[in-house]
């Protein structure tokens, strides 16, 4: 066999063994809001590490990092966020380290709000039939309750 | 006849992996407005549990983003929110859509409700649930896009034929529920019924 053909099988394989770079963001936000500080920089870093373009990473870890008080590398990785992603993340960002702008773009003081574009199709919907009971045999038997779907 | 047979067998293993997949709702707002930004809201607690928003928003944040949309990152807008001194989820999800795009320039939020997160403990069984309910609104009209509402059931295997076994499998599995792999299948499950945003990559 030539070496080549073992090229495909061999990127197979380590294609298999490419970290999802969710996981270790999953974990970086439990991480933050749990307030574990510093603790939760190595879930970032893995993260970016694994996709250093993943959407959102570089504003999660420059918001982490701001509230610790490195306000240097925060602006790094927000000018990071900002070329990868200008148009989504440019006013999110702005208002974050612009508090006064913030403030001033507030919402109003809260009141009960009855949006009723949104519970009129939900009250349209069908119900569906109520979850069934999980089988005494199985392992890791999954049951599913579904309703209230949007068309 | 060997390749009727292939074909054949190609076919039932399409059609397996097409009956596997959960199935996808649109509507025709959703394919008119496209929604490309999406703020996923702190879910709002509906049950007794109080570590309900710690365990479940990581998972709904990064399963949302997962189907290929933009999601602020939730560090920011709770830290936004705070700016603007709200910090409870049900005061936040009841705030106009509107507001969103204001603030965020996001296109569509997603509000969750946790409605169920709980174990139960019976004998020899122990069954943990968690339940969602979200939705996902155009931020500029308040249309809504999606809806979503499921409990996933999980009971570990106790069955090894000795009922004193299965009575203490029980008991141990009820003391140590972890809720995070059902929460994270639950929301994995119930956004795959999104479509498909702009950032999608195929697995």
Same mark, same amino acid.
Request: proline share 8%; glycine share 4%; with cysteine.
């Given at each position: 066999?030539?070496?080549?053909?073992?090229?495909?099988?061999?990127?197979?394989?380590?294609?298999?063994?490419?970290?999802?770079?969710?996981?270790?963001?999953?974990?970086?936000?439990?991480?933050?809001?749990?307030?574990?500080?510093?603790?939760?920089?190595?879930?970032?870093?893995?993260?970016?590490?694994?996709?250093?373009?993943?959407?959102?990473?570089?504003?999660?870890?420059?918001?982490?990092?701001?509230?610790?008080?490195?306000?240097?590398?925060?602006?790094?990785?927000?000018?990071?966020?900002? %070329?990868?992603?200008?148009?989504?993340?440019?006013?999110?960002?702005?208002?974050?380290?612009?508090?006064?702008?913030?403030?001033?773009?507030?919402?109003?003081?809260?009141?009960?709000?009855?949006?009723?574009?949104?519970?009129?199709?939900?009250?349209?919907?069908?119900?569906?039939?109520?979850?069934?009971?999980?089988?005494?045999?199985?392992?890791?038997?999954?049951? %599913?309750?579904?309703?209230?779907?949007?068309? | 006849?060997?390749?009727?047979?292939?074909? #054949?067998?190609?076919?039932?293993?399409?059609?397996?992996?097409?009956?596997?997949?959960?199935?996808?709702?649109?509507?025709?707002?959703?394919?008119? #407005?496209?929604?490309?930004?999406?703020?996923?809201?702190?879910?709002?607690?509906?049950?007794?549990?109080?570590?309900?928003?710690?365990?479940?928003?990581?998972?709904?944040?990064?399963?949302?983003?997962?189907?290929?949309?933009?999601?602020?990152?939730?560090?920011?807008?709770?830290?936004?929110?705070?700016?603007?001194? #709200?910090?409870?989820?049900?005061?936040?999800?009841?705030?106009?859509?509107?507001?969103?795009?204001?603030?965020?320039?996001?296109?569509?939020?997603?509000?969750?409700?946790?409605?169920?997160?709980?174990?139960?403990?019976?004998?020899?069984?122990?069954?943990?649930?968690?339940?969602?309910?979200?939705?996902?609104?155009?931020?500029?009209?308040?249309?809504?896009?999606?809806?979503?509402?499921?409990?996933?059931?999980?009971?570990?295997?106790?069955?090894?034929?000795?009922?004193?076994?299965?009575?203490?499998?029980?008991?141990?599995?009820?003391?140590?529920?972890?809720?995070?792999?059902?929460?994270?299948?639950?929301?994995?499950?119930?956004?795959?019924?999104?479509?498909?945003?702009?950032?999608?990559?195929?697995?």
């Amino acid at each position: 066999m030539k070496p080549k053909f073992l090229l495909v099988p061999g990127m197979l394989l380590l294609g298999g063994c490419a970290v999802n770079p969710w996981l270790p963001y999953q974990e970086a936000v439990r991480c933050h809001l749990d307030d574990k500080g510093p603790a939760c920089d190595k879930f970032y870093k893995q993260t970016i590490k694994a996709d250093p373009k993943l959407r959102g990473i570089h504003a999660s870890y420059a918001t982490h990092l701001l509230l610790q008080g490195n306000k240097e590398e925060a602006a790094k990785e927000f000018q990071i966020e900002q %070329t990868n992603y200008p148009s989504e993340s440019t006013k999110s960002i702005a208002l974050l380290l612009n508090p006064t702008a913030a403030v001033a773009a507030a919402p109003e003081p809260v009141k009960p709000v009855v949006d009723t574009a949104a519970k009129a199709p939900a009250a349209a919907a069908p119900v569906a039939a109520p979850a069934a009971k999980p089988s005494k045999n199985s392992k890791n038997t999954a049951a %599913t309750k579904e309703s209230n779907r949007a068309k | 006849m060997r390749s009727n047979l292939r074909i #054949l067998a190609l076919g039932f293993a399409a059609l397996a992996l097409v009956g596997c997949a959960p199935k996808v709702y649109t509507t025709a707002d959703f394919e008119r #407005l496209k929604p490309k930004t999406v703020l996923v809201l702190p879910p709002e607690n509906t049950t007794s549990n109080t570590e309900v928003l710690q365990k479940s928003y990581p998972f709904v944040f990064s399963e949302l983003a997962q189907r290929g949309y933009y999601a602020i990152a939730p560090e920011l807008a709770l830290q936004l929110f705070r700016a603007n001194k #709200l910090e409870d989820p049900g005061q936040i999800n009841s705030l106009p859509t509107s507001k969103f795009n204001d603030v965020f320039g996001v296109d569509a939020v997603l509000r969750t409700k946790v409605t169920e997160w709980s174990s139960k403990y019976i004998v020899i069984s122990s069954t943990v649930n968690v339940g969602f309910d979200m939705e996902l609104l155009d931020t500029k009209t308040g249309t809504l896009l999606w809806r979503h509402s499921q409990t996933l059931s999980k009971s570990p295997d106790n069955s090894n034929g000795n009922p004193l076994a299965m009575l203490i499998n029980a008991a141990v599995n009820a003391a140590l529920t972890k809720y995070e792999p059902i929460a994270s299948e639950n929301a994995r499950l119930m956004t795959l019924t999104i479509p498909q945003g702009q950032y999608y990559v195929k697995k």
